[in-house]
């Protein structure tokens, strides 16, 4: 009996154990993903989308109203014009929903769907883009699928399957003519808003999990796992290595006239020129790898790092100032006014509003 | 101590992934043949734990104390124990093995999934527990996931892995029961009962979990049930209906 028992709960230990670490509808299983509006900061965080208040860290409400384990939230909601919340989940159900938060029940307090897209077959990591009516949203099964925002549909069909290589886990950009999409297959594809063609496709040696961004210059950049900053022309896809990094890229670079920032997983920070080619400053290496892409304000740059840390840093590369959030911190921060929004993982919160100067304003946590 | 463990696991498991030529669901196999030979000893001593326990269930002195001390466990639990050190059994030999291998498959579990890398965080961890001096992690990144029909990162969707899994633990159970004369032996009972179980347990893991692993618990299977038979020590009759068994 003894040895049954043992038997038994061997394997119900085994189960428990294999089921704690499968995933699921639990905050951790990725970062945050975060969007802000003027009022309110909308959170992607594990088993659902939270609206937060701005004004004072209240939530507003969550989507869904329970926790399902076939939805998992981590890719940043896109608000579109009208004020729809679109958010795609990295559950086993693979489902795209628009969310309008001017249509809450009022029994509990949930939005109501406006409307659902379930033809991908692998995750949303990714932010879509919204070029004129119709949504380009990158799908992890190698896919982008374009969408018709404006057909009044409930249950959306997609307008066109684009097949492209890879796992898509970024927002595309566009420069009006053409989407830009970058894969973790190494390859970052042009494609034409209109035909849908692809205009033209490169493999760069190394996993891209950012966007891309477009310089001052109208050419398009980009940071890879080969720890490279590729420049492309647009048009031709021409491109060139332009600086080599200490460590992977992860972040989109972010674009301030002829200057671009970014990060690296050594923690380096970088500003380079894009007109002489070269870094502004020597690489600044604040405390800990930075996934994150930086925030521009006026006078200067925030970065967030692994460590749980911000930084403002002055566009001289010296520190202004930096202050500690605590946990981990993957996700792009936000600044909405004087706000500057974080979503740090392993801490008590899942986000946290700091002012101008770093000091918090407020914490939010979900009631439980 | 764990991601240690772990790291070691990912890296060996990428390197046959790149000597191969990128294929993971070969990978898997191979790594789990490496795991078979490396838990040999283990499973040897489980094999002979279960052989040397059934043994006793038929023994004469050990059915005759069964039923002499049947209304004092404390004295039939020192019998117990006394014959258990007279013939040299662990009573525990057979299960403490199986016990030492969770850990392993747990850790195969987490290797998979770190290394396919299905969430940012999953490509971060990934990242820092590849050993860069022998990996060309910027190459090698990311796996390829498709083996067959399957996502090796995605639960199998037709179920057919799930099938093939439940009924090659089945099988594999079945035929590691030894044959037992003693109605009241309980480690018979308590085998059957595992035949039946253990099936539907790894069939539900294998229905809910990443296929990745399904092919792990079906390549170990396959292993087992060939090992058996190369011993000499399958018993290919309890494949076959009670009544046909003679």
């Not at chain 1, 796992?225 to 048009?235: C, G, H, K, V």
């Not at chain 2, 772990?6 to 790594?31: E, H, P």
Request: with cysteine; aromatic share 10%; hydrophobic share 45%.
């Amino acid at each position: 009996m003894r040895k049954k028992l043992l038997f038994i709960s061997m394997i119900l230990l085994g189960t428990v154990l294999l089921s704690a670490c499968a995933g699921g509808a639990v905050r951790g299983t990725s970062w945050a993903g975060l969007t802000a509006t003027e009022d309110v900061a909308y959170l992607a965080d594990g088993a659902f989308v939270y609206a937060v208040n701005l004004s004072d860290g209240q939530e507003l409400w969550h989507y869904p109203e329970k926790a399902d384990s076939k939805k998992v939230f981590y890719a940043p909601p896109l608000i579109t014009s009208d004020g729809l919340v679109i958010v795609g989940s990295a559950g086993n159900n693979h489902s795209l929903v628009a969310i309008n938060p001017a249509d809450i029940n009022p029994e509990t307090n949930v939005p109501i769907e406006a409307w659902t897209f379930t033809e991908a077959k692998d995750h949303w990591v990714a932010s879509p883009l919204i070029v004129g009516e119709k949504l380009f949203a990158p799908n992890a099964d190698g896919n982008l699928y374009v969408l018709d925002l404006a057909d009044g549909q409930s249950s959306k069909q997609a307008l066109k399957v684009i097949e492209l290589e890879g796992r898509l886990w970024a927002q595309p950009v566009t420069d009006g003519k053409r989407v830009f999409v970058t894969s973790l297959d190494h390859s970052i594809f042009a494609i034409d808003v209109e035909t849908y063609n692809v205009v033209w496709h490169q493999d760069i040696g190394g996993a891209i999990p950012g966007s891309p961004v477009i310089g001052s210059d109208g050419m398009l950049y980009v940071g890879s796992l080969a720890a490279q900053l590729e420049r492309f022309d647009p048009a031709t896809g021409e491109h060139q290595s332009v600086l080599n990094t200490q460590n992977w890229v992860w972040s989109t670079p972010v674009a301030d006239g002829d200057t671009l920032y970014f990060g690296d997983l050594d923690g380096n920070f970088y500003s380079f020129n894009t007109t002489t080619g070269g870094l502004n400053w020597n690489a600044v290496k604040p405390d800990g790898p930075i996934t994150a892409s930086a925030i521009l304000q006026n006078d200067h740059i925030l970065l967030a790092t692994e460590s749980g840390n911000i930084y403002a840093i002055g566009k001289d590369g010296k520190t202004l100032w930096f202050e500690t959030v605590g946990g981990k911190i993957y996700t792009t921060p936000a600044a909405v006014g004087d706000l500057i929004l974080v979503a740090p993982l392993e801490t008590d919160f899942y986000l946290t509003a700091l002012d101008s100067n770093g000091r918090q304003v407020w914490t939010f946590a979900p009631q439980k | 101590m764990w991601d240690l463990f772990i790291s070691l696991f990912i890296n060996v498991l990428l390197w046959i992934y790149d000597v191969i030529g990128n294929n993971f669901g070969i990978a898997i196999i191979l790594f789990t043949i490496l795991i078979r030979v490396v838990t040999w000893p283990l499973n040897a001593q489980q094999m002979k734990g279960a052989k040397a326990m059934q043994d006793l269930q038929n023994d004469k002195e050990w059915q005759a104390i069964q039923k002499k001390y049947a209304k004092d466990r404390e004295k039939l639990a020192q019998e117990q124990m006394r014959v258990y050190r007279e013939k040299g059994i662990n009573p525990f030999g057979s299960c403490l093995p199986t016990l030492i291998q969770f850990p392993i498959i747990i850790a195969l579990y987490q290797s998979i999934i770190r290394a396919l890398a299905a969430t940012p965080l999953d490509l971060l961890k990934l990242s820092r527990s590849i050993n860069t001096d022998f990996l060309d992690v910027s190459q090698l990144i990311p796996l390829n996931s498709k083996f067959l029909w399957m996502n090796l990162g995605q639960p199998e969707p037709y179920y057919i892995l799930a099938i093939v899994v439940a009924v090659t633990t089945y099988i594999q159970s079945k035929l590691t029961l030894p044959p037992s004369t003693n109605p009241n032996d309980q480690s018979a009972a308590m085998g059957q009962s595992m035949a039946i179980t253990m099936p539907l347990m790894l069939g539900w893991l294998a229905l809910t979990f990443p296929s990745g692993l399904a092919v792990y618990f079906v390549t170990s299977n396959v292993l087992g049930i060939v090992q058996y038979a190369a011993q000499g020590k399958a018993n290919w009759r309890n494949l076959l209906p009670k009544g046909m068994r003679k």
